[in-house]
């Protein structure tokens, strides 16, 4: 069983918000901050079938054996009952076994279903949730085509 390959729980952050909001670039210092002596992963959800997002962290993973970078392509990880995320999640833990997870939902994704497939059963064996990051554009707040977003709400 993959439980017995990772190491358990791997300390989780999912780090959320709005399109165009700077969640990668968020990413991408806290893997420059990242210990020396720690393995980390990162997962990060494409809503298009190419992958834009994990293609900017290429530079930082490709000399380097302490970040694994994996993508699920095609949509809101939470939507179509999340099977991609799962499979693409449990294959990342299971090769990279790392010290610490970054989860990257889309920018179109509803951190509430993402929590709740993060809290289910099996998760919470292998996986401790440690901070959400939802990043917000103050300049949206008080735009009414954000406000009147649902995916936006959530995400507030």
């Known amino acids: ?26 990413i991408r210092n806290l893997l420059s901050n990242k210990p020396n002596e720690e393995h980390w992963a990162v997962l990060v959800n494409e809503f298009g079938e190419i992958g834009i997002d994990g293609n900017l962290f290429s530079d930082r993973t ?9 993508q ?7 939507c179509s009952n999340g099977l991609p995320f799962q499979m693409a999640l449990s294959v990342l833990l299971a090769k990279s076994k790392p010290d610490r997870l970054l989860i ?22 292998v996986l401790d949730i440690y901070a959400t990051l939802s990043l917000v554009d103050a300049r949206k707040v008080t735009d009414s085509r954000y406000t009147s977003n649902d995916t936006f709400n959530q995400q507030l």
């Open 72 to 78: 699920v392509p095609g949509g809101c990880m939470c």
């Open 1 to 26: 069983m993959i439980e017995n390959k990772i190491k358990n729980p791997v300390p989780t952050n999912i780090i959320t918000g709005f399109l165009g909001v700077g969640k990668t670039t968020a």
């Open 104 to 125: 990257e939902p889309t920018g179109l994704g509803h951190p509430i279903e993402v929590l709740s497939m993060l809290s289910r059963n099996y998760y919470r064996e």
């Open 62 to 70: 490709g000399s380097q054996s302490d970040i694994t970078i994996s």
